[in-house]
């Protein structure tokens, strides 16, 4: 059973850079695309991007100049970096394995457990 | 970018009500919708993908349906544990948005 889980510094400067690790285990990496999303405090999700084990990615354009996501498969990791965060930054961020069925579609499925991320001096 | 609309936002019902949950998209999204629920503290669970689909596990009770513009998810018997916030999402075009959630309250 796939399972995700995340891992980075709980609090953030304004200004700088957040940086999260997603591990995954229990199943396989290559073949999948891995997903951030995130969850603002009492708000929505709102989907970040998504890489796959080549590095190959698709960004959320409300935040493409700021959203860098790299894949390291001797690890089974990927990670996300975004860059001059403010307040408005700070939620939940999870990482999620987006599954996609030819003719089908595509949906996140497991998702990580979430890193509470705040933004603030 | 495609808005995802719930009704409604929240919910009262019993243990044993047959309920329904409506998403909207703004613009026809073909059979492209996932639901999942989400319990307090934790991470999102799919439920269903492709507008009928149930994931793996989940339990009959939970269906859904609808196509283009217009899509519901009903639970035909609330169990204690059906007590959660739900949430469509649309992965017919970048970027992927959800719904703003429906939260299902005991009465």
């Known amino acids: 059973q796939v399972q995700l889980q995340g891992s980075g510094p709980g609090l953030v400067k304004p200004s700088e850079t957040l940086s999260l690790t997603c591990t995954v285990s229990g199943g396989s990496f290559s073949g999948y695309y891995w997903s951030w999303i995130r969850q603002s405090p009492g708000k929505g999700l709102e989907w970040v991007g998504y890489i796959d084990y080549t590095g190959s990615t698709n960004y959320n354009p409300s935040l493409k100049s700021r959203v860098t996501l790299s894949v390291d498969t001797s690890k089974n990791q990927f990670s996300l970096r975004l860059s001059s965060v403010t307040a408005a930054d700070t939620a939940v961020y999870y990482c999620?394995?987006?599954?996609?069925?030819?003719?089908?579609?595509?949906?996140?499925?497991?998702w990580g457990q979430g890193a509470l991320v705040t933004v603030s001096s | 970018d495609i808005q995802m609309t719930q009704s409604p936002s929240s919910l009262s019902a019993s243990v044993g009500d047959r309920v329904t949950i409506t998403c909207r998209a703004s613009q026809s999204i073909s059979s492209n919708l996932n639901w999942y629920q989400q319990k307090p503290g934790k991470a999102p669970k799919l439920l269903i993908y492709a507008v009928s689909s149930l994931q793996s596990g989940v339990p009959l009770r939970f269906s859904g349906s609808g196509s283009g513009t217009d899509f519901t998810l009903t639970i035909s018997s609330l169990q204690p544990e059906d007590f959660a916030t739900y949430c469509c999402?649309?992965?017919?075009?970048?970027?992927?948005?959800f719904g703003q959630g429906t939260k299902l309250e005991i009465k």
């Open positions: 999402q649309q992965s017919y075009s970048i970027p992927y948005t």
């Open positions: 999620a394995r987006r599954v996609a069925v030819s003719g089908t579609g595509n949906w996140f499925d497991p």
